[in-house]
């Protein structure tokens, strides 16, 4: 598909890629029904369990846990890396990040002494020549907005040159200027929030970016794609909001205590219920689709003069992570008509999974090795059937900001291998039994972790996944000589 496509010829490029991805619907009989909308929020670092619905008690999300009422809840649901871009890419090309060579933040954490190992070159954006959802459902007659945090690239690799036909607020940084009006910092400005009212925080901004989109494009099908920049650091909110945190009582042995970060959570579930009133009021409910995730865990460490965000127990680690709390992200899926309210889904699904789903409700499907790492959750949604797909990966050769180090991981099941690339030492959980992963059981279960493990170096070969290499300038902390 490379070969088809560069900057020149684009339009025609993705043309033809398309008709090769793609399959004809089956017609409807009687009238042709409307295509489905597809509103898709993506929250940037927030934890699984950060939410009401996955049982926390200490932050307010009553507009999310109404949506998980209305439709679909996820127990298992996986980001396909522990930090931001890698996947965001994956998300919108339904493609492993390995597979990408894109598998760290962008433009990623530089290498030091401190480290056996040397980080592989990754892309510094998403290339040009990958289909995204909103190249994909544009042949089908959508319209795609793009409103929020990008970080996948900048000039030349905007989401205007990645399909969307409006991008708001959308560039290379990784996390926002400022939270308040005009979000702006010494390092430049978020673009395309101009004019705008003084104090203005930028979640409320957003919120009210996607109702015009919405209300614009209400007559024909659309794609929204509204990535908040919330709740990632710095950690900023409301004052009226941060007020009433303040005054409750601290709760025996509550482990969410940051009032900063749960006031931005307020705001954000504000955000999500202005989304939904929105759809209601513009008669679009019914044949809208609501996809609602995160891009990572929580940040669950102090990061530079940043106190830990939150926790994300009862599951282990967080962002920056291999373990349960830096890749199990809260999902929540409204597909009217077709998933019943108040639904749970306990199968592992991954950030891969979105880019075929969408082109399968919307009328179309990717051919079988083209396109997409991900498979169809139509059938899951629908309870027609199973997922075919045995194994999920990861694969993330870096050093995290937070703490994490180079490695992969492999969900088989109920069981989970980790592999740390330094030294090839093994971990295995079974997660059914020990979702905080505090039983390893590479030792006991050793066939097991090795079965793992050749399936784990299989798909990373498949995939031409880029490793670590040895670096030479390292030394034992306190040791000396050359």
Known sequence: MKSLRNRGGRIAAWLLAIACLLVPSIPTAGAERPRLNFVFILIDDLGWADVGCNGSTFYKTPHIDRLASQ??????????????????????????????????????????????????????????????????????????????????????????????????????????????YPFKNQRGSIPGLEPGAEGEYLTDRLAAEAEKFIERHQDKPFFLYLPHYTVHIPLAAKEEFIARYKAMPKQPGQTQTNIIYAAMIESMDESVGRVMKKLEELKLADRTVIFFTSDNGGLSVREGPNTPSTSNAPLRQGKGYLYEGGIRVPLLLKWPGAIGPGSVCRTPVSSVDFFPTMLEMAGARPEAGQGSDGVSLVPLLKQTGTLARKEIYWHYPHYSNQGGKPGGAIRQGDYKLIEFYEDGRLELYNLSTDPGEQNDLAGPMSKKALELEMKLDAWRRATQAQMPMLNPAYRLPGANGP
């Open 71 to 180: 439709g679909l809840r996820f127990t298992d649901a996986y980001a396909a890396c522990p930090v931001c871009s890698p996947t965001r890419a994956s998300i919108l090309t339904g493609r492993y990040p390995a597979r990408l060579q894109l598998t760290d933040w962008l433009p990623g954490r530089s290498d030091m002494p401190s480290q056996k190992l040397l980080r592989p070159a990754i892309r510094q954006q998403l290339p040009l020549e990958e289909v995204t959802v909103a190249e994909a459902l544009k042949p089908l007659g959508y319209v795609s907005g793009s409103i929020g945090k990008w970080h996948l690239g900048g000039k030349g690799f905007a989401p205007e040159q990645q399909g969307f036909d409006l991008n708001i607020a959308g560039n290379q940084a990784g996390s926002p200027a400022s939270y308040f």
